[in-house]
């Protein structure tokens, strides 16, 4: 199915204008399509997967989904046709894709276009993941894409209602959520060790100073760095969100409802481009919006909160809290500490800790976790995250997250942004499932 050029360029630059709140929570009450909440498209005997996007998070993608059984890659897309040409050295070995787009802004529509195309796999910048998973939809492709999914309230909506209307899966690549301690702690909740749930925290804390103040290679290279330039609040909320929300089961008799949202000064990236730059270079008087500590506020539905942490400018070690507590204990981690009942006055010895690790480690590292760290991506992640992935679409199975986990989790990116705008004022999260969360089943997430 092809999509009319004028329609889709229409509906791009729609969302390209429009503002966080543009579309409040009571037009979430529409629906042209059905609802998308345990959606299975019939099984595959083999998904055919084109990947639009071949910087540094596509290039590893390419090797490492070779690796996974019931997947053959048939495309490849990228604006710089030397970024295509040198993932083909991948494939020795191998049939090489016989579909390449490069060379244009909008080659990648080649791709979704092309009727041998089961899935479209996004790693593209961020401003690209909703106009092409729409593009990818509307052409009757599933579409996956990497975090955030969407950057406006209104592109939240496009993916949702895109989703329900074609009946095409959308996810968003959340990695952190196949994580060792991520699964173990989900485990755990599933299996009611920290007793009702109350407390979640998450976090991106990664010093990218280098990456954000990097010289370019390609035009376009610097959009993290145009973001911080013209945006403040918290852009990169799901790999500490995410996790915490499938402990919780939101979107399966919870729901994020309200944020609060505040930042910092910035300081960091000035000063790192004093000192690289020079006081007096380009790079230190530019004015960035985006302070360097975003702290933001969640209350569910159902009375849990959330705090989430963003900063990527401090010089302090790698962490995503990671944090989930109840009523009978918690685990924290960077490092990773249980406290469990009778003893939640102190932290586990750590031959203790070991022994419960091991009696709650997720089955699916249990069972896949070797062939994760074989094949790489932090720490195997990527890895089960792209076999859960192919192993539902052979299967015909739901997907582990949903297009309304995606819409959810990327609207913090806006609605975070709006708060801070406001005086550090709540404001309300969009029901994106308008009301299917009520009802839905807690979902059997990386069940092997």
């Not at 710089?80 to 909008?106: C, I, N, Y």
């Not at 790693?123 to 690209?128: E, K």
């Not at 006081?279 to 985006?290: G, I």
């Amino acid at each position: 199915m092809k999509v009319d050029r004028r329609m889709f360029l229409q509906g791009a630059v729609a969302g390209s204008l429009a503002a966080a709140g543009c579309r409040s929570v009571g037009l979430g009450a529409r629906r042209d399509g059905a609802p998308m909440m345990g959606f299975a498209a019939p099984p595959m005997e083999k998904v055919r997967v084109a990947l639009v996007g071949l910087g540094a998070r596509g290039g590893t993608a390419v090797g490492r989904i070779l690796k996974v059984p019931g997947v053959e890659i048939v495309g490849l897309g990228d604006l710089h046709e030397e970024r295509v040409t040198a993932q083909l050295a991948k494939f020795a070995g191998k049939r090489p894709p016989a579909l390449l787009a490069h060379g244009s802004e909008l080659a990648w529509k080649r791709l979704c276009e092309a009727p041998d195309v089961d899935l479209i796999y996004i790693t593209s910048p961020w401003q690209w993941h909703t106009p092409m998973a729409v593009y990818a939809m509307q052409c009757g492709k599933h579409a996956v894409c990497e975090v955030p999914a969407a950057l406006t309230v209104d592109e939240c909506w496009q993916l949702v209602d895109t989703s329900e209307r074609t009946r095409r899966h959308f996810m968003m690549l959340e990695n952190c959520c196949y994580g060792f301690n991520e699964l173990l702690a989900l485990n755990m909740c599933r299996q009611k060790v920290f007793g009702t749930l109350v407390h979640g925290e998450g976090a991106y804390i990664h010093e990218r100073l280098n990456a954000l103040l990097a010289p370019k290679q390609y035009p376009g290279d610097s959009w993290r760095r145009e973001w911080a330039l013209k945006h403040t609040g918290n852009p990169y909320p799901t790999h500490g969100l995410g996790p915490v929300c499938l402990c919780m089961d939101i979107h399966c008799g919870d729901r994020l409802e309200r944020l609060t949202s505040m930042s910092s000064n910035q300081i960091g990236l000035t000063e790192y481009a004093r000192e690289k730059f020079g006081p007096d270079s380009a790079e230190a008087r530019l004015a960035y919006r985006k302070g360097d500590m975003n702290l933001t506020s969640i209350r569910t539905r159902l009375g849990r909160t959330i705090l989430l942490q963003h900063d990527t400018t401090s010089r302090r070690p790698y962490s995503r809290i990671n944090l989930i507590s109840g009523t009978r204990g918690i685990l924290a981690d960077y490092p990773l500490r249980l406290a469990l009942e009778p003893a939640t006055h102190e932290w586990m010895k750590p031959e203790e800790q070991a022994k419960v690790v091991e009696k709650y480690t997720h089955p699916l590292w249990a069972e896949k976790g070797q062939a994760a760290l074989a094949a790489g991506g932090h720490g195997g992640m990527d890895y089960l995250m792209d076999f859960r992935l192919f192993h539902c679409l052979v299967k015909g199975l739901p997907l582990d997250m949903s297009v309304y986990d995606a819409a959810a989790w990327s609207s913090i990116v806006a609605l975070s942004e709006k708060s801070i705008r406001e005086g550090n004022s709540g404001v309300e999260i969009p029901d994106f499932t308008r009301g299917a969360w009520q009802t839905a089943k807690p979902r059997d997430f990386g069940a092997v």
